[in-house]
């Protein structure tokens, strides 16, 4: 098991360009979380699944922004129409349902230029 | 809403000493995990220790210690004999553990740790 992996590690991108993540979990893990982290502050939430079924979502994500986790294995994050606000560190976590802990990817960070 | 709040956006320590994180948080839930993660630079944020909020004794993993007050909603992380590899970012984190509420992690703004040689 080589922990929580997030493809691609750096992505760069012009405005209004749409672009998509990718996070695979820990095999056993129903949880599954994205957060977003800027310079110096601590990770915000977005949307978390458990198995496939998205079970919030963050009031701050802009329809622009979408999440899928068609078979409660691997998610991915969408983002349409980048805009330079949307730099940032995106982190995926999971979570076993009996195990209350996250683990984390090394994420993936959004330059938007 | 719950929210978690940590004052003390940079600290140092002289390695072997001992340093004390702050953390308070928010929350009108009875049944709850608090938790600090470490991020050091550049890599994966990773667990260092979590609290039931059921049980009264402070959660312990060998250096690190939470003093736990949850009447006062502070949680506080001691960190003794102080190593250069405990530099990072860490942060303070709420999850409540209730079948109705949310499983989402809240987090702390972080405290930077540098640990001086």
């Known amino acids: 098991d080589t922990g929580v992996s997030q493809d691609p590690r750096h992505k760069i991108t012009k405005r209004g360009q749409n672009v998509t993540f990718r996070c695979d979990p820990i095999s056993e893990h129903n949880r599954l979380y994205w957060y977003r982290q800027t310079l110096g502050q601590g990770p915000e939430f977005l949307t978390y699944?458990?198995?496939?079924?998205?079970?919030?979502k963050s009031r701050l994500l802009s329809d622009r922004f979408s999440a899928e986790r068609p078979k409660g294995s691997f998610s991915t994050l969408e983002i349409q129409r980048t805009e330079q606000g949307d730099s940032a560190m995106y982190l995926c976590a999971s979570e076993e349902v009996l195990n209350t802990e996250a683990f984390f990817g090394q994420g993936t960070r959004l330059t938007v230029v | 809403a719950q929210t978690v709040t940590q004052s003390q956006p940079e600290m140092s320590v002289q390695e072997a000493e001992t340093v004390t994180l702050s953390c308070t948080y928010d929350?009108?839930?009875?049944?709850?995990?608090l938790f600090w993660y470490k991020q050091p630079p550049s890599r994966q944020m990773i667990l260092v220790i979590r609290q039931e909020a059921y049980k009264q004794q402070n959660a312990t993993e060998n250096r690190f210690s939470v003093n736990f007050q949850k009447a006062a909603k502070s949680f506080s992380l001691k960190i003794s004999d102080s190593q250069l590899g405990d530099a990072a970012m860490y942060f303070c984190a709420y999850r409540s553990a209730s079948t109705s509420g949310t499983y989402k992690y809240i987090f702390g703004t972080g405290t930077r740790l540098k640990v001086l040689a």
């Open positions: 699944f458990q198995n496939e079924a998205q079970l919030e």
């Open positions: 929350t009108s839930e009875s049944d709850y995990y």
